[in-house]
């Protein structure tokens, strides 16, 4: 089948070169000219496990191309994916003017019956809304079809191509045939694809997100409540986590959830419910609960060093939200470097794949550097944002030669407490026991 995926960012780029994958002569189109020059060369654009072999077969065996213009792009495309971004506008409802100047631009170029597919995070309405966009200008027949996307950087390529369900939402039977068949290579073990009507499907998205959010956060303050009374969440997690009814995954405490879906996901479906005259009780704690959670081992900061932050220097481990990508959009890690900086501190940053990206927006107000015991040189604490692997067993011995303060600030609990008694340490992380060091 031939297609075009419109938006090749962290979504559209993982789209493309997986539906080429299976067969499909792809072309993926994107505005940005830096980064399809780039593509068209062959150099990938985004760090995603897997994903660059892929890109270079799929290009060699011409299934796979990149352009910035749209009429070439969508050219015989039986298919059309938008995958847009959707940011927050001011009020916290999705931004749809990616997706409906795209809209616009379409109607006059379509040459046959295609199916538009919206991939993009977007509220219930949008498929109508880019019907009538399309329309506006289109002689042939079309059908706007909402397929959210429900990848999760890091393991992008892996959910993509083995997915625990595809969501579908279309009440055209055209569409549906023709998305059955695109699908079928990737639902072969039994994992459902979920059909229902665009509305729906739309919603399901923000619901996933949400939930999830929402998972994190009651965690998050499970581990609060740990701190003051003296017990310890990774107990607590195991004991409610092999609940089959509640699972153990998203019960893991820490300073926060960020990313580009989740912060703004959360605050769009409110403003959607607000919009609809319902008040999401629950998200609006949650939004709050995770603007203070992404901050505070800042207090626990401050506390150690009695209030004397200025000049002191901190090796900062992670800088992208999640471990696996280059993704620093909403990282937690960036609200506690500024944090860190307005109290004086030198931060000395290391993260395995992000640091190019933090390099963009912070420029020289921190230090890089290629490893972590690099960083930590000389340093009066390390501070643990983002759970990468190679953080979890460090060698201690080094670590404890380098290192100017024998502290560490932990977001994510790599830790194990005896260890961290043994070792000496001070050990401040989230929802156990305050190790004091020696
Ligand atoms: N990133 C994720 O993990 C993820 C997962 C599921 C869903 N989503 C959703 O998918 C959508 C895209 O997210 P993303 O992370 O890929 O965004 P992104 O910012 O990485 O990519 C979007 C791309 O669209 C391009 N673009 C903007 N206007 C364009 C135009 N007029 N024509 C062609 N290209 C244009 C941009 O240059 C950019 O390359 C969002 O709605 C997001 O919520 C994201």
Redesign the pocket.
């Known amino acids: 089948m031939k297609i075009a995926v ?7 780029l993982v789209t493309g070169t997986c539906f080429a994958e299976t067969g499909n002569t792809v072309t993926c ?4 000219k830096e ?1 399809v020059k780039k593509l068209q060369n062959g150099t990938i654009t985004i760090y995603e496990p897997g994903l660059e072999q892929l890109f270079e077969r799929n290009i060699k065996q011409e299934r796979l191309s990149f352009t910035t213009d ?1 009429a070439e792009g969508i050219k015989d495309a039986k298919i059309i994916f938008l ?4 940011p927050p506008g001011e009020d916290g409802s999705a931004d749809l003017k ?1 997706i409906l ?2 809209a616009d631009d379409l109607g006059p170029l379509l040459s046959d019956y295609t199916v538009i597919v919206d ?3 977007v509220p219930v309405g949008t498929a109508d809304k880019v019907h009538a966009k399309i329309a506006a200008h289109a002689k042939v027949d079309f059908d706007v079809v909402s397929n959210p ?5 890091g393991v992008a390529v892996e959910d993509f191509m083995k997915p625990d369900r595809v969501v579908i939402g279309t009440t055209s039977p055209r569409a549906r045939k023709i998305m059955e068949t695109l699908y079928a290579p990737y639902v072969r073990q039994g994992n459902p694809i979920i059909f229902m009507d665009e509305r729906s499907a739309e919603l399901t998205k923000y619901a996933a997100n949400a939930f999830l959010a929402t998972k994190i956060t009651f965690m998050n303050e499970i581990a609060n409540v740990c701190e003051l009374v003296g017990a310890d969440v990774d107990a607590v997690r195991k004991g409610v986590g092999t609940d089959s009814r509640i699972g153990k995954r998203f019960l893991f405490p820490g300073i926060g959830y960020g990313g ?2 989740f912060p703004k996901d959360v605050q769009a479906l409110a403003k959607s419910a607000q919009d609809a005259q319902y008040d999401f009780r629950i998200l609006r704690s949650v939004m709050d609960v995770n603007e203070d959670q992404k901050t505070r081992l800042i207090a626990r900061v401050k506390e150690h060093f009695k209030g004397h932050l200025k000049g002191k220097s901190i090796a900062f481990w992670g800088l992208s939200f999640k471990p696996h990508t280059d993704d620093i959009r909403e990282a937690p890690a960036l609200y506690n470097i500024e944090a860190l900086l307005q109290e004086g501190v030198t931060v000395r940053a290391h993260d395995p794949e992000a640091i190019e990206n933090v390099r963009r927006i912070m420029g020289d107000k921190i230090q890089y550097f290629e490893t972590p015991y690099d960083a930590a040189e000389g340093a009066d604490a390390i501070f643990i944002s983002t759970e990468w692997p190679e953080f979890r067993t460090p060698d201690f011995e080094k670590l404890n030669t380098i290192l100017k303060g024998k502290v560490i600030f932990d977001g994510r609990n790599l830790y194990d407490l005896d260890l961290m008694k043994d070792q000496g340490y001070a050990y401040f992380s989230i929802g156990r026991e305050v190790i004091n060091g020696k």
């Open positions: 419109v938006g090749t960012g962290y979504v559209g189109v994107d505005i940005d980064k749209l995958a847009l971004p959707t990616y100047k795209v991939k993009s995070t996307e429900f990848l999760r950087e580009s879906c």
